[in-house]
């Protein structure tokens, strides 16, 4: 089902024996857009901790009880390993939530999007014997925070389109469809989908990401209405749209 973060922050995460806590943000891949965690802020039995739970703890949602109930218990997050969520999360500290958690990798050899399927132990130590041998040629930082994306500005191929308020989510598969972008008064919608697939270039730095379309092909493309669903039939209609248009 796609989701706009904004419709399930603040829902609860559920444990196999009580509540973990609040979600806040999410922590996606800024290479394929996959979402790899949700940031989790504890309640009072965790002196308000934020915690990072990878999606694949996360079993079949219950929407109408705004829960994310997870095969997780108490006892584990209570034990996991203290992660900032206030700074980039490298890869090491990755690998200790990995030791800890009975999740499988997806980083390193014979790993796809949602992860691998050797046993745990075996899977970690491929992946830290293959990080080793590479040292120094993998990226260390590789997780966003969709907090702080928020806000940058998307610029098409001849003016400026908006920045980001919100996000498009596949919570099947926990992959990011669209950002949600605000435009501001010189479009009669005054917010419109952008595809990650569209995106010519992102400068982290300055927060500036420019896609592949013109600001006329934004306006005459079909419109987005927050207040409705990203069904099937909408999104049919807006990749037919720029798929003759995005080069």
Same mark, same amino acid.
């Given at each position: 089902?796609?989701?706009?973060?904004?419709?399930? #922050?603040?829902?609860?995460?559920?444990?196999?024996?009580?509540?973990?806590?609040?979600?806040?943000?999410?922590? $996606?891949?800024?290479?394929?857009?996959?979402?790899?965690?949700? /940031?989790?802020?504890?309640?009072?039995?965790?002196?308000?901790?934020?915690?990072?739970?990878?999606?694949?703890?996360?079993?079949?949602?219950?929407?109408?009880?705004?829960?994310?109930?997870?095969?997780?218990?108490?006892?584990?997050?209570?034990? %996991?390993?203290?992660?900032? #969520?206030?700074?980039?999360?490298?890869?090491?500290?990755? %690998?200790?939530?990995?030791?800890? $958690?009975?999740?499988?990798?997806?980083?390193?050899?014979? #790993?796809?999007?949602?992860?691998?399927?050797?046993?745990?132990?075996?899977?970690?130590?491929?992946?830290?014997?293959?990080?080793?041998?590479?040292?120094?040629?993998?990226?260390?930082?590789?997780?966003? %925070?969709?907090?702080? /994306?928020?806000?940058?500005?998307?610029?098409?191929?001849?003016?400026?389109?908006?920045?980001?308020?919100?996000?498009?989510?596949?919570?099947?598969?926990?992959?990011?469809? $669209?950002?949600? @972008?605000?435009?501001?008064?010189?479009?009669?919608?005054?917010?419109?989908? /952008?595809?990650? #697939?569209?995106?010519?270039?992102?400068?982290?730095?300055?927060?500036?990401?420019?896609?592949?379309?013109? @600001?006329?092909?934004?306006?005459?493309?079909?419109?987005?209405?927050?207040?409705?669903? @990203?069904?099937?039939?909408?999104?049919?209609?807006?990749?037919?749209?720029?798929?003759?248009? @995005?080069?």
């Amino acid at each position: 089902m796609k989701r706009s973060l904004k419709s399930f #922050t603040g829902f609860s995460l559920g444990a196999t024996d009580g509540e973990i806590g609040k979600v806040e943000e999410l922590y $996606f891949d800024d290479d394929t857009w996959t979402v790899r965690y949700l /940031v989790v802020k504890t309640g009072g039995w965790l002196s308000g901790r934020k915690v990072l739970i990878a999606t694949q703890a996360i079993l079949a949602p219950i929407w109408e009880d705004e829960i994310f109930q997870t095969n997780l218990s108490l006892d584990q997050i209570r034990e %996991s390993p203290d992660i900032d #969520t206030d700074k980039p999360v490298s890869r090491q500290e990755e %690998s200790k939530l990995y030791s800890h $958690f009975p999740w499988h990798i997806y980083w390193g050899p014979g #790993t796809g999007s949602m992860g691998g399927l050797m046993p745990l132990s075996e899977s970690v130590k491929a992946a830290l014997a293959e990080e080793r041998k590479n040292k120094g040629l993998l990226p260390d930082e590789h997780l966003r %925070s969709t907090e702080k /994306v928020k806000g940058y500005h998307i610029h098409a191929t001849d003016g400026e389109l908006g920045h980001v308020v919100d996000y498009i989510v596949d919570t099947e598969n926990w992959e990011i469809g $669209f950002l949600v @972008v605000e435009t501001g008064s010189w479009f009669s919608h005054n917010k419109i989908l /952008v595809s990650p #697939t569209w995106i010519s270039e992102i400068n982290w730095s300055t927060a500036r990401v420019i896609v592949n379309v013109t @600001v006329d092909t934004v306006k005459s493309g079909p419109p987005y209405d927050p207040n409705n669903p @990203v069904n099937e039939v909408y999104e049919t209609n807006l990749r037919d749209y720029y798929g003759r248009l @995005v080069r």
